[in-house]
């Protein structure tokens, strides 16, 4: 191609920056007419000079145009690179800073693989990646504006870390300070803009050439979807989005993408976990994430029967059906003498109890555990802790610790438990199981005659809450999708939960606001597959970006949320309480029900308004209990006709 003369390409910037002006300000036009229509010798000069292109772009914070519009821009190979890659949506919130490569994405990409989807906030945008992922196993990508759009999408980021959940942040960013236009692409540029969030992701990276794109791109892909899976992030410049590509004679790759395997427990560590565990009187296994397909259920359940040990779940997702008769709650491990832990976030807290302000105001833990119980952990956990957030929690003795995938690892300890299961325990074993189903049968009745109580209460209880709402939906394939707020567990005690998408599990770091937005992403992966999603909503949750409810409408997303409204951050009124007991004094609830600052009242969110307003069924507020099931099953109705609905239910505090 031949050399471009730069006095040309001066001019054409020269123009572009006086049809910015025109088009923004109008203010040049006057003048600009005058000029044309009188000589020289009448020109009045205006009582305020219109302003040069300088002042004009600080003003207006239009950002430059690239030097030219010939060959291919940057921005049109990179979605090359994204759709070798099987990324089907990108739930965004537009900004300049990545405005290369959001237009080459629906004019040259077609909106398609992936499709722009239209967040009211970043941490919507990311809290929607998280809770798709959950539902397909599939990770989404979005974009976000370098520094302020970063900065609000990183507590959903952080929740993605401490859940272990793969998500593909981009960032734009004006690296060039010799180049960027000054006021608000300055503004909101940065350094390094990946600082922001490279405490809580995998990894991160700033490419400098469409090449080094295209490798970090498939290396980002790469990193956050091999277990232990994590948010990753790239910092994307504003120039290499917009200028064309510039070969240099090299022509331009895409690397292939092959999925690695997930790591494994040692062998060795292996098959001593396996002597423990088949010698043990009273073994116990305590899983929380485990399961990150269905097959991790199949392979947990083939465990907990060969052993016959009982499951205890603590439930950041769903690992093993709670109708089998080996689940079992967590006061069991009190008789343990061997514990395996799988992918525990907190194994310190499995095993010790902490009591909030204790004796002395501060604290005091109590062991839950006999002396001298044995503990194995399998967990991918260690491979990724980073040192300034402490989501790693106390550090807890272990006898046999094996960095590395749960659910890769679980087909050779089988294997070993197999071969060290002596012949002479077999029949003790088939014992511990008999004993271990009647407790479970037990352990059902109680659980329905504690939900009982209060049945008939207005405001509504929540074990009401969630048995009218199965009732409902139990004919369906339905996915549990978030409980936000706290609904005592009711759901997971309650409803027989034994596929693998029927319950997604929590925010992983108690993030609130991540219920509507990763509910509303969990229904879209839902949608596609043909699946049914609930959500139980509770009104703080909602509050923090409740625009994720027009996306949902907007892009056609079906979703039944059923409010758990109770008009309050009762954890925090709670905490209050308690704290004001402990000082003797009683805490000051102004003309609420709650503690000052804890109610969300005087005047009641009307949500159900709020949620018309943006598209959805609604129907509200429900305080009658009797009124409950005839407003889901309405609800229900709707949401099969492919709209989000929503009940808004006043209910107990928990
Ligand atoms: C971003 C964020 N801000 C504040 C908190 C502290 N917090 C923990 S639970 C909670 C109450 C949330 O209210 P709601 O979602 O209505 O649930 P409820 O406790 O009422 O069931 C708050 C504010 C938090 N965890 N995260
Ligand atoms: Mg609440």
Redesign the pocket.
């Known amino acids: 191609m031949p050399k471009k003369d730069p006095s040309i390409k001066l001019d054409r910037r020269k123009f572009l920056a006086a049809a910015a002006v025109a088009g923004a300000t109008g203010a040049v036009k006057p003048a600009m007419a005058a000029t044309a229509a009188a000589p020289q010798a009448q020109l009045r000069l205006p009582s305020a000079l219109p302003p040069n292109a300088h002042v004009a772009a600080a003003e207006t914070g239009t950002p430059q145009m690239p030097s030219s519009n010939e060959g291919r821009p940057g921005s049109d190979f990179m979605v090359d690179v994204i759709k070798t890659l099987d990324i089907k949506y990108l739930p965004a919130n537009p900004a300049s800073s990545f405005r290369g490569i959001h237009e080459s994405l629906i004019d040259y990409g077609k909106n398609t693989m992936p499709e722009f989807l239209t967040c009211m906030h970043e941490e919507s945008a990311v809290g929607m990646c998280h809770g798709y992922f959950k539902a397909t196993g599939k990770p989404l990508m979005t974009l976000v504006h370098g520094v302020v759009g970063l900065q609000h999408s990183t507590?959903a980021v952080y929740n993605a870390w401490c859940d272990r959940v793969p998500v593909l942040i981009m960032g734009g960013n004006d690296l060039d300070a010799a180049h960027r236009a000054p006021g608000v692409p300055t503004f909101h540029s940065a350094q390094d803009i990946n600082a922001i969030v490279r405490d809580y992701t995998k990894w991160d990276d700033t490419p400098v050439s469409p090449q080094h794109f295209a490798q970090s791109f498939v290396r980002m892909y790469k990193i956050a979807t091999t277990p232990p899976y994590g948010p990753v992030m790239m910092a994307l410049d504003g120039g290499l989005q917009t200028e064309p590509i510039r070969e240099d004679g090299d022509k331009l790759y895409i690397p292939k993408f092959f999925p690695a395997a997930p790591p494994q427990g040692d062998s060795g560590a292996v098959k001593e976990a396996a002597r423990l565990l088949a010698n043990a009187e009273q073994p116990v296994i305590v899983v929380d994430r485990v399961a990150r397909t269905p097959e991790g259920v199949t392979r947990l359940i083939a465990l907990a029967e060969l052993l016959q040990a009982p499951v205890v779940d603590q439930g950041n997702r769903m690992n093993f059906p709670n109708t089998h008769y080996l689940a079992r709650p967590a006061s069991v491990i009190r008789d343990a003498d061997v514990i395996i832990g799988m992918e525990l976030s907190d194994y310190w807290n499995t095993v010790n109890g902490f009591i909030d302000n204790g004796d002395e105001g501060i604290g005091r833990n109590v062991t839950k555990i006999k002396p001298g119980t044995k503990l194995i952990s399998i967990s991918s956990v260690d491979l990724i802790t980073k040192s300034n957030y402490q989501d790693f929690q106390r550090f807890q003795s272990i006898d046999v610790s094996m960095p590395g995938d749960a659910e890769a690892t679980l087909p050779s300890l089988i294997e070993a438990i197999k071969a060290a299961l002596p012949n002479d325990r077999k029949d003790a074993i088939a014992k511990r199981g008999q004993s271990i189903r009647d407790a479970h049968v037990k352990g059902l009745a109680a659980t329905k005659q504690a939900a009982a109580v209060a049945w008939d209460a207005s405001p509504i209880s929540t074990a009401r809450l969630v048995t009218e709402l199965y009732a409902q939906i139990r004919d369906l394939d339905w996915s549990l999708v978030s409980t936000?707020?706290?609904?005592s567990n009711w759901a997971n005690r309650l409803w027989p939960i034994e596929k693998h998408h029927q319950w997604l599990g929590a925010s992983g770091g108690?993030?609130?606001?991540y219920?509507a937005p990763a509910s509303v992403g969990a229904a879209l992966g839902n949608r596609d597959l043909g699946r049914f999603s609930v959500s139980i909503q509770?009104?703080?949750?909602l509050m923090?970006a409740p625009g994720v409810l027009w996306t949902a409408v907007r892009h056609k997303i079906p979703l039944l949320a059923v409010m758990?409204n109770?008009r309050?951050?009762?954890?925090?009124v709670m905490h209050l309480q308690r704290l004001a007991s402990f000082r003797d004094r009683v805490v000051n609830i102004g003309k609420d029900l709650g503690p000052i600052g804890t109610s969300?009242m005087n005047p009641d969110i009307e949500y159900h308004k709020l949620a018309e307003s943006m598209g959805w069924w609604a129907k509200g507020p429900i305080v009658d209990p009797g009124d409950l099931g005839p407003a889901i099953r309405e609800a229900v109705a709707v949401v099969k006709t492919g709209q989000p609905a929503l009940v808004n239910v006043q209910t107990q505090?928990?």
């Not at 936000?484 to 609904?487: E, H, R």
């Not at 309050?568 to 925090?572: A, D, L, S, T, V």
């Open positions: 507590m936000a707020g706290n609904t108690y993030g609130v606001g219920g509770s009104d703080g949750d923090y758990h109770n309050g951050y009762h954890q925090e969300i505090p928990r």
